[in-house]
């Protein structure tokens, strides 16, 4: 896994700009400790940090090659896996490609090479990648199918900047960082956020499945894959064995790595199922066991308040877990004073308001983990596509015709001030949005009733919640070194059980069906049993307080960048209501984007415009 940025200009001669693309590449240390190095060219150049996993040697970026009758230089930084390089590097081999490195870097570009920007069909893992065409000046951003690595652009006349954090565009003079009044939903629930915005005027994401193409005419993204809805015509038998058969290729596949290798383990059916197939393979191969890690927090015991999220406490369920698969198991317990000292850190992985608690605890959980290991697995998406979430069971929640993972929730942005909501019209906005992706809804034609409903509801979450925990592991992991990767983000897995009916993912009446029967001898009885349990946070008074006490004092400070555009009156009636939300902890939970947009805005000079 690595960091890459770069600039393409057609107006100016970029070799003279070397300072500044060291400047932008600089900021990826964190993604790429073990080396870096930059290339220019008179319209483009481009920056690589690299965090060596694959051929350790061989895999230095940019990765310089030359094509076409001058034999002008094509140019790849890349960010990622490609889990199927092997059956690509011979294939290719076969084709007359010679290779001079093991690296999944250079069957990128040797695909390139072959197919041009129809390479990407090719390609099965979690990747962003820029390619510079020199003798086509075109330069090709391209991202994962699911959006599990990010890569970021700014378009201006004449050119673009990229990179895959903020950071690295930040490092440019020709960005500004501004919001609008227009985005302010979008910053208090980022959730809201459709593919490929962010809150920064300009800023864009590469969506997921996209091709971004920049040459002299400008700059146009256009769809490499997509959703299909087809019929399903397999027994429920038939659909467990495949979803078994592809978890066990994926997580095989996923597992190599010339450098230490650990799992998330939560005590959940995803964590544990990923976590039991990886243990199993090592231990076929002879290798050391599996090494696992969870998080948990002090006074957790005393302090736990359950909700419809999360029910219960992750830790015994994971020791339970790791005693049945065999997995060297490590808890990392935090209090709150490492909680709130490791804010900074977590907040500069991000670049935008982050998640308070719940980015500092992954932090420190995945920089515990990086003593031990540079690799990792994780379970996300696994609730997304084969319905884990509670509203995915709520008659309620699913007939709502709104986001059901919203619900009845209150809402920040109706804490805005009179006459900000009035300009705003935050309810506008989400009804908007939420008639937008549904109107993009893959549909099966003669599809109805519950079915025809419930592939509404799995394809938001798919676009929105789970872009966001996405994009919070990545930033997360990549900020001290370790790699992170989804088995359940497969696109293969993800195109086949989209087709599997509602009614046969939840065909015993249960939650997950397909997911629990294709994994019932791999995990403990009580994990098969055990409700969704979403990520944890802290319960801790302290913490709570510490939030409630910060959200008063920027409403009463007039240097706020914040000042003026709440309703402190609001704000207190929402608190005092009660909690009418499957997703909120607390309070505190609620009112947390307030001091985390409040302190990015200060720390990164964002002004509202």
Same mark, same amino acid.
């Given at each position: ?458 394809? #938001? ?26 088995? #359940? ?121």
């Amino acid at each position: 896994m690595c960091g890459i940025v770069g600039w393409v200009d057609f107006t100016r001669d970029l070799q003279l700009q070397q300072d500044t693309i060291d400047a932008m590449t600089d900021t990826m240390q964190l993604r790429g400790p073990d080396d870096g190095g930059t290339w220019s060219g008179p319209h483009a150049a481009l920056g690589h940090r690299r965090l060596a996993i694959i051929d350790i040697e061989g895999g230095k970026q940019p990765f310089v090659d030359s094509h076409g009758p001058h034999r002008e230089p094509v140019v790849l930084v890349y960010s990622g896996e490609v889990y199927n390089f092997r059956e690509l590097r011979d294939a290719l081999a076969v084709r007359g490609h010679r290779f001079t490195t093991r690296s999944d870097t250079e069957v990128v570009m040797r695909a390139y090479q072959e197919w041009g920007a129809d390479c990407v069909d090719h390609l099965n893992g979690m990747f962003a990648f820029a390619i510079w065409d020199a003798a086509r000046e075109e330069l090709l951003l391209v991202r994962d199918r699911i959006g599990v690595k990010p890569l970021y652009y700014y378009p201006y006349p004449g050119g673009v900047l990229f990179a895959s954090e903020p950071k690295g565009i930040l490092a440019n003079p020709l960005f500004t960082p501004k919001v609008t009044e227009e985005s302010l939903p979008v910053l208090l629930n980022a959730r809201l956020a459709m593919p490929g915005e962010t809150p920064l005027s300009g800023l864009r994401q590469v969506k997921p499945g996209h091709v971004v193409r920049v040459d002299r005419r400008g700059c146009y993204e256009y769809p490499y894959w997509r959703l299909v809805s087809r019929e399903h015509t397999e027994s429920l038998d038939s659909t467990v064995a495949t979803v078994r058969e592809l978890l066990e290729d994926i997580v095989e596949r996923q597992l190599v790595a010339d450098v230490p290798l650990s799992s998330m383990l939560s005590g959940g059916l995803d964590s544990t199922t990923t976590s039991a197939l990886a243990a199993r393979s090592l231990h076929r191969r002879g290798e050391q066991p599996l090494t696992t890690f969870c998080v948990d927090f002090v006074g957790d015991e005393e302090h736990f308040r359950p909700t419809q999220l999360r029910p219960e406490r992750d830790a015994p369920y994971a020791r339970l877990a790791a005693k049945h698969i065999g997995s060297d198991h490590h808890e990392i317990i935090l209090n709150t004073a490492e909680i709130l000292d490791a804010l900074p850190a977590a907040r500069r992985a991000r670049d935008l308001p982050s998640l308070g608690q719940f980015d500092t605890s992954m932090y420190l959980l995945f920089a515990a983990m990086r003593q031990r290991s540079t690799v990792a697995l994780s379970a996300e998406a696994a609730d997304e596509i084969f319905g884990g979430y509670p509203w995915y069971h709520d008659p309620k929640m699913v007939w709502r015709d709104r986001f059901p993972w919203i619900g009845d929730a209150p809402r920040l942005a109706d804490c805005l001030a009179p006459d900000v909501h009035a300009r705003v019209r935050p309810a506008e906005v989400e009804a908007d949005r939420y008639s937008t992706l549904r109107a993009q809804v893959p549909r099966l034609p003669g599809e109805t009733g519950l079915n025809a409903r419930m592939r509404e509801v799995l394809y #938001f979450n798919l676009l929105g919640p789970l872009a966001y925990l996405l994009d919070r592991k990545d930033r997360m992991s990549m900020a001290v070194g370790l790699e992170v990767r989804v088995p #359940f983000c497969d696109h293969r897995l993800v195109e086949y059980v989209w087709n599997v009916p509602w009614s046969m993912k939840v065909a015993d009446g249960h939650w997950k069906t397909l997911l629990r029967l294709a994994a019932k001898d791999l995990v403990p009885a009580e994990t098969l049993q055990r409700p969704k349990s979403g990520y944890p946070g802290t319960h801790d008074p302290k913490y709570e307080a510490e939030v409630m006490a910060t959200v008063t004092h920027i409403l009463a400070d007039p240097d706020s960048p914040l000042h003026g555009l709440f309703d402190e009156q609001r704000i207190k009636d929402t608190i005092s209501s009660g909690n009418a939300t499957m997703t909120w902890l607390n309070a505190s939970h609620l009112l947390l984007p307030i001091v985390e947009i409040d302190a990015w805005m200060r720390e990164y000079g964002v002004t509202l415009v």
